[in-house]
């Protein structure tokens, strides 16, 4: 069978809901629901895959520049899948036993409305209602991280969201733009409000949120002792070649990441997914060699989570 999930266009929103509904006619076995819906209305898709007691959640795409993350988890998912349905022994790893051992959530794209922008989707170009926000950077949408109301999702969660703004503010910024703007007050947008109500629902084991880029991993918040965090990131870091690593000061502070460390206290990762040019989407022509850097580490995260 041909790849159902295509390397050959800007991911945008309406591809991956193809995309999701696509697999989902192939492998019905797997679940498919939303947290809730975006600024302008888009269901904010979530996948489950599996049947464990262990909850291993994934997200991707709270920065809109960073699309590509959507695709490669959707490539995993589509392995995955196609990994259960034949029973297989894959790199060592016993895919039924992952997948009855662990349930595996996964919101591959947290801002649907900004990845659109960023794509200059004609749905978003043409839909005036949040023009004034973005239109003085039209020339630069390809490095537009935030939502269309110009908030940058990962520093609007309640974990030092102060301190966010603080530094923030020290480097100028003010007011909704492209990046780097926390918003009015924590938890301001609908996105972050979905994406904290989806977690609290579900308690999970541990949590992988992806980002470009840097081949980095991330896998503290100030200085907490997360039981088990340091050891599964070190395993992470094995399997990938990717940086185990703490956030410099300036970029530490009300990310996903640290809001579901500090109120769960288990381990929390933000993966800094392939190197390109700065501030910019990766290409393309660099997802395989991305997909192939980052597979076993979704492995090894979900043999890990069964014994968290
Ligand atoms: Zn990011």
Known sequence: MNNIIKINKNYTYDILKNDILFLNYYFPFFKIDSIGNSTLGEKIIYIKLGEGNKKLFINASHHANEWITSLVI????????????????????????????????????????GVNLCLKNKKIINNKLYYEIWKDYFNE????????????????????????????????????GPRDYVGPNPISEIETKNMINFTKLFNFDM?????????????????????????IGKKLEKVSGYKLTKPVFYSSFAGYKDWFIENYR???????IGEGKEGESLPLEKVDEIYNEIEELFLVSLEECINI
């Open 74 to 113: 959707m490539i995993f998912i589509e392995k995955y899948l196609k990994l259960y349905k034949n029973k297989e022994i894959y790199k060592g790893y016993d895919i039924k036993d992952l997948w009855n051992n662990v349930s595996l959530y996964i919101v591959p794209m947290v801002n649907p409305d």
């Open 141 to 176: 949408l390809n490095k537009w991280k935030s939502n269309i109301r110009g908030v940058d999702l990962n520093l609007n969660y309640p974990a030092g969201w102060n301190q966010a703004l603080k530094n923030k503010l020290k480097k100028g910024i003010n007011k909704p």
């Open 207 to 231: 949590t992988i949120s992806l980002h470009s880029q840097g081949k980095e991993i991330y896998w503290n918040y100030l200085n907490y002792k997360i039981n088990k965090a340091y050891e």
């Open 266 to 272: 288990k381990p929390g990762y933000t993966i800094e």
